[in-house]
């Protein structure tokens, strides 16, 4: 596959970062398979998985909302894993639990070929009596058993939040992290992108912002503020997801980093610290560093490091003498583009080492 967004989710490779949300009775492996050239995950279910949970389901489907109630879920599940795969799309399961034990038994049954992602997310007050979706954001404890008895059985979890129902939504997902996931995938509902910020700037968990996603400026705004991946539920159409993923490609060719933080001094997340100029002047830079605990001296020697033997190392014609401490590309700067241009550096190459240089900041600030 064309790897221009170079974006992993542990050994899988995303093709596209896209994702559908799981949407209950509707998001099966042939609505994933009809709209594989656009996305690189699918989330199918969400499925109820035990009898508490099963139950709930049943009663929301009574009260004419659509529902899957496989007679036998293992089986059911599986072959919509089985579409899904065939048509080249990650395969992740959206799931209602009420009991660890539920989980573990489904990871051993089906086993690595799916992310797994635990439902947290659900505001019916059937899956919330039953122990499943919001409740889970008012029991944490509960939560973090559930990711840590799935990452025992060795398989790749996401767990789907809302924003603005735990108490802190960047705490949960430090301590989510912390625990071991892999993904938050967070409905954004009214807050936008600063909550996006707000969870890249304490922990470098992968990321999926959803919620009101409906075309490729949309998606842009959630990436400029740190998220890996953007995912669509009701607004999954073919026209819409062709129209992102198509505009994404193009902006990656384009600019190399497909999604490039917004500079610190106009809101960018923490990943922006590689377009930083040196600390010697009051800037949005000096408080952020006193907020991690970094000394100006630390931030410089942290990114000759990061720099070194790379094409950003030189620069000897730039304001601080090193292209490590010139801006993005899309802010116009003739120094920059007077070295860029006699090294014959293209604009998206210096933009992928721009990436590769936030990952190593964001290494040693979270390592």
């Not at 042939?30 to 009898?51: K, L, P, Q, V, W």
């Not at 949970?53 to 599986?78: K, M, N, V, Y």
């Not at 065939?86 to 051993?108: H, T, Y």
């Not at 735990?166 to 936008?192: C, Q, T, V, Y």
Request: glycine share 8%; aromatic share 6%; charged share 25%.
């Amino acid at each position: 596959m064309e790897n221009i967004y170079d974006l992993w989710i542990g050994d899988r490779q995303v093709s596209i970062p896209v994702a559908i949300a799981s949407m209950a009775g509707v998001i099966d492996g042939a609505y994933i398979r009809d709209r594989a050239a656009h996305i690189g995950i699918g989330f199918i279910g969400g499925y109820a998985i035990d009898e508490a949970t099963i139950s709930a389901a049943r009663e929301l489907s009574h009260q004419g909302r659509e529902e899957f109630l496989p007679r036998d879920p293992i089986a059911e599940i599986t072959a919509q894993i089985e579409l899904a795969e065939a048509a080249g799309v990650i395969p992740g399961i959206n799931i209602r639990a009420s009991e660890v034990d539920s989980l573990v038994s489904l990871s051993k049954e089906i086993g690595d070929r799916a992310i797994y992602e635990i439902d947290a997310h659900c505001r019916q007050h059937a899956m919330i009596d039953a122990g499943c979706g919001e409740f889970l954001l008012t029991n944490p404890q509960k939560l973090l058993s559930y990711v840590q008895a799935l990452k025992i059985t060795g398989v790749t979890v996401s767990v789907k939040i809302r924003a603005g129902v735990a108490p802190s939504d960047a705490e949960l997902a430090r301590i989510l992290w912390k625990a071991g996931a892999d993904i938050i995938h967070i409905d954004l509902m009214d807050f936008g992108p600063a909550k996006i910020r707000e969870i890249r700037n304490v922990c470098p968990v992968f990321l999926i912002a959803n919620n009101g996603v409906t075309d490729f400026e949309k998606a842009k705004d959630y990436f400029a503020h740190g998220a890996d991946m953007v995912s669509l539920a009701r607004k999954s159409d073919e026209k819409t997801l062709s129209g992102i993923s198509q505009a994404l490609g193009q902006f990656t060719r384009e600019h190399g980093w497909y999604n490039s933080p917004k500079q610190l001094c106009r809101g960018g997340d923490i990943r922006s610290l590689a377009f930083c100029c040196m600390p010697v002047k009051p800037c949005p830079l000096l408080p952020a560093l006193e907020k991690l605990k970094i000394s100006p001296q630390e931030f410089v020697a942290m990114k000759m490091e990061g720099v070194k033997d790379t094409i950003l190392e030189a620069g000897t014609s730039t304001c601080f003498g090193s292209l490590a401490y010139c801006c993005k590309d899309t802010t116009p700067c003739m120094f920059r583009d007077s070295t860029l241009k006699q090294s014959g550096i293209k604009r998206s190459i210096y933009m992928q080492q721009k990436r590769e240089l936030a990952k190593k900041i964001m290494h040693k600030i979270f390592s």
